[in-house]
């Protein structure tokens, strides 16, 4: 190979690995904001047939399972998301959130909805637990959470063939081991549970049950706030 050759080799592939490097260091740079694109963009469309079908689907319910939000395990949700079985909404207005509600604790699962801590949970019956991540951004997931409900705000939860009002009557942080809030109660509850500022401790908001009407006879305020964006765009 003459040397004019072997130049405009290594200048071909100079010029690749240099893109190449280029490419990685703005992943890197940029790692946040790509991962908080992923989640925002994600928008399923929920009907009544759709939650009926997944109602019906096996989950992953083991909570050791559940790992950090990390780029990849967005990333490979995304990959996935025709996998996730969304069974219902969550909103509460003046927290501005809007999640749709999957099936399960999955890492696939936690990335991009709230998701239901028992297989035999039902709205409006018991205790209705949900988890979700608590994110830098304050706008995604169950970030809100964290920096807006108070007691006494209004949770709504909707399965598509009814609606359901819940109170804010506790606010408290807890061990991480406390797996105990999700066990069945008599009484009519929901336990939202999401990670405090250190990751160390949860945050745990209970609502009591106030009323439920069909979602066709739902005040119009609430089903326009259902059939908005997920508070994740």
């Not at 190979?1 to 893109?19: H, P, Q």
């Not at 709230?114 to 019956?125: C, E, H, I, L, S």
């Not at 509850?189 to 745990?204: E, F, K, Q, S, Y």
Request: aromatic fraction near 10%; glycine fraction near 6%.
């Amino acid at each position: 190979m003459s040397k004019r050759k072997k130049r405009k080799v290594g200048a071909w592939l100079f010029r690749i690995l240099f893109t190449i490097l280029l490419l990685v260091s703005l992943g890197l740079i940029f790692n946040q904001q790509i991962k908080n694109w992923m989640v925002s963009s994600y928008q399923p469309k929920v009907t009544k047939q759709t939650v009926k079908k997944n109602e019906k689907k096996k989950a992953n319910f083991n909570f050791k399972d559940a790992k950090t939000l990390t780029f990849s395990t967005v990333a490979k949700a995304r990959l996935n998301q025709k996998k996730l079985s969304v069974v219902g909404e969550i909103l509460v207005p003046k927290s501005n959130v809007h999640l749709p509600i999957g099936k399960g604790v999955s890492n696939e699962t936690l990335a991009l909805a709230a998701g239901t801590m028992r297989p035999d949970q039902k709205m409006g019956t018991g205790n209705y637990p949900l988890a979700g991540h608590h994110m830098v951004r304050r706008d995604i997931l169950f970030s809100p959470l964290y920096f807006k409900t108070k007691v006494g705000d209004s949770i709504y939860l909707t399965n598509m063939r009814r609606v359901y009002r819940y109170k804010v009557y506790t606010r408290k942080f807890i061990a991480a081991t406390r797996i105990d809030v999700v066990n069945q109660t008599k009484k009519p509850i929901i336990t939202l549970v999401t990670c405090d500022a250190t990751g160390a401790r949860r945050l745990m908001l209970r609502g009591k049950l106030v009323d439920s009407t069909s979602y066709a006879n739902t005040s119009v305020s609430i089903k326009k706030q259902f059939n908005e964006s997920f508070n994740n765009k």
